[in-house]
């Protein structure tokens, strides 16, 4: 039933006459006598009766009265979720990133992002590098965020940017002096070390080769997150991405640069077999900008690594 029927009778039942209820809907009163036979031939019922020279609604219309408000709210109700969904401020998003990133990057964006859309449910995962693959791939996630770069079917990516390696030591550690760490300055110190997952600790240890430096690792960790923690309650020092080292407390933590280039590289995931929403589609392309325009993002844009 188109929602101008529903409007006629809505109108006749509250102004009681055909020319008030024509000037409430702003038509002519032979275009609302018009909209009342449509409306009693659509329901095969005689809604209004003549008497006395005006319309009255007859019982059939009083006992409708209840489901024509219904409809009415409904119709109103799909309209504005249209309207909402159209202006991308409904829907739904899940995003899913790495540990480290869920805390950092993501953490910050998503915040920033979900005050514009107060009626838009953005669910934010934590899972292992590989899982973020995984999720997105099989479409449990709209968006994945990884350090990992692991083309697959399922799934596209693309090089986001990367973030610059930083140390990070106690306080109160005795190279807290130094304006930059240097990888002989790191000789024989208790060292957190990044398992070998997505390729960090590869970067990592790069800036040692064929140096002969020698560090104390009794501790390895997955995640930046956990490095910084460790360092945090003085069990080493590490060198993590500076997104992470940006939520140390600077209370306990001191970082500085490390004069060797070591990057870490930001990938993000798309399903492969699902259209992206209008939602999705902002969600990325404010986030690109978004990460480009933040100090710690050393940014270029690739085309997608693979389909």
Same mark, same amino acid.
């Given at each position: ?30 275009? +609302? ?38 409809? *009415? ?30 805390? =950092?990057? +993501? ?12 009626? &838009? =449910?953005?669910? &934010? ?9 995984? *999720? ?22 693309? @090089? ?40 960090? @600790? ?5 800036? #040692? ?5 020698? @560090? ?27 997104? =992470? ?41 404010? #986030?690109?900008? *978004? #990460? ?7 940014? =270029? #844009? ?6």
């Amino acid at each position: 039933m188109k929602l101008r029927l529903i409007e006629a009778y809505k109108a006749m039942i509250e102004f009681g006459t055909v020319t008030a209820a024509a000037h409430s809907l702003k038509i002519s009163q032979p275009a +609302m006598t018009k909209l009342i036979a449509q409306l009693q031939s659509e329901l095969d019922l005689v809604l209004f009766e003549q008497r006395g020279g005006r319309l009255v609604p007859t019982a059939e219309a009083r006992a409708l009265e209840g489901s024509m408000e219904r409809a *009415w709210h409904g119709v109103i109700e799909l309209t504005e979720a249209a309207r909402e969904v159209r202006h991308m401020r409904r829907g739904h998003l899940s995003v899913v990133a790495s540990p480290t990133f869920a805390q =950092t990057i +993501m953490a910050e964006f998503v915040a920033q992002f979900s005050k514009g859309s107060n009626r &838009l =449910t953005v669910t &934010l995962h934590s899972q292992s590098s590989p899982r973020v693959i995984d *999720w997105t791939a099989d479409g449990q996630a709209d968006i994945g965020v990884s350090m990992i770069l692991a083309p697959r079917s399922g799934v596209q990516v693309e @090089r986001l940017g990367s973030l610059a390696g930083v140390c990070v030591l106690p306080i109160g550690h005795e190279l807290a002096s130094k304006d930059l760490i240097e990888p002989d300055d790191l000789r024989n110190q208790p060292f957190i070390s990044l398992a070998e997952i997505d390729g960090s @600790r590869s970067r990592v240890e790069a800036a #040692f080769e064929g140096r002969a430096i020698d @560090r104390d690792i009794s501790l390895t960790t997955p995640q930046s997150a956990v490095a910084l923690a460790l360092v945090t309650h003085g069990a080493g020092v590490a060198i993590i991405d500076e997104a =992470t080292a940006s939520i140390a407390d600077q209370a306990k933590v001191v970082i500085r640069p490390f004069s060797h280039a070591v990057e870490f590289d930001v990938y993000l995931y798309h399903p492969a077999n699902k259209v992206p929403s209008q939602v999705q589609e902002r969600f990325v392309r404010q #986030f690109r900008t *978004w #990460f480009k325009g933040r100090s710690w993002a050393q940014t =270029t #844009f690739d085309r997608p690594v693979t389909k």
